[in-house]
C-alpha cells in the first residue's frame, strides 16, 4: 500500500518562504509522476505544479508562476515543493499526489495546512 505524507506547512508573513515535503513509501519511487494541489477555503482543490517521473517540471498555476519550484529525490523517495514571496492568497491545504507512470493509480496524502499572514 502505497502512503503519501506531507510535511513542512505552517504560518510565514508575507513574502516569506516555505519548503514542503512529501514522502511516499513506495519501492520505485521513479517510476512515479509527482504533484502539488492546494485547496484554499470554499474553492476546488488545484493543480499547482507537477513534476514527470522523469524529471520534467510543469507549472499549471499562473498565479504561482516564478515563485514556487518542484523538485525531487528519488534516492529519498521525497518531492519538495519551495515556495517563494507568499502571499496571503496562497494559504491552503497543500496535497501532494503519486501516480504511477504506468497504471495511473494515485494515491493522496492527508495535506499540510499553509497560512500566509501578517
Known amino acids: 500500500q502505497v502512503q503519501v505524507v506531507e510535511s513542512g506547512g505552517g504560518l510565514v508573513q508575507p513574502g516569506g518562504s516555505l519548503r514542503l515535503s512529501c514522502a511516499a513509501s513506495?519501492?520505485?519511487?521513479?517510476?512515479?509522476?509527482m504533484s502539488w494541489y492546494r485547496q484554499a477555503p470554499g474553492k476546488e482543490r488545484e493543480l499547482v505544479e507537477q513534476?514527470?517521473?522523469?524529471?520534467?517540471?510543469?507549472n499549471y498555476a499562473d498565479s504561482v508562476k516564478g515563485r514556487f519550484t518542484i523538485s525531487r529525490d528519488d534516492a529519498k523517495n521525497t518531492v519538495y515543493l519551495q515556495m517563494n514571496s507568499l502571499k496571503p492568497e496562497d494559504t491552503a491545504v497543500y496535497y501532494c499526489?503519486?501516480?504511477?507512470?504506468?497504471?495511473?493509480?494515485?494515491?493522496w496524502g492527508q495535506g499540510t495546512q499553509v497560512t500566509v499572514s501578517s
Open positions: 513534476i514527470t517521473s522523469g524529471g520534467s517540471s510543469t
Open positions: 499526489n503519486a501516480e504511477h507512470k504506468l497504471f495511473r493509480n494515485q494515491r
Open positions: 513506495v519501492i520505485t519511487f521513479s517510476n512515479y509522476h
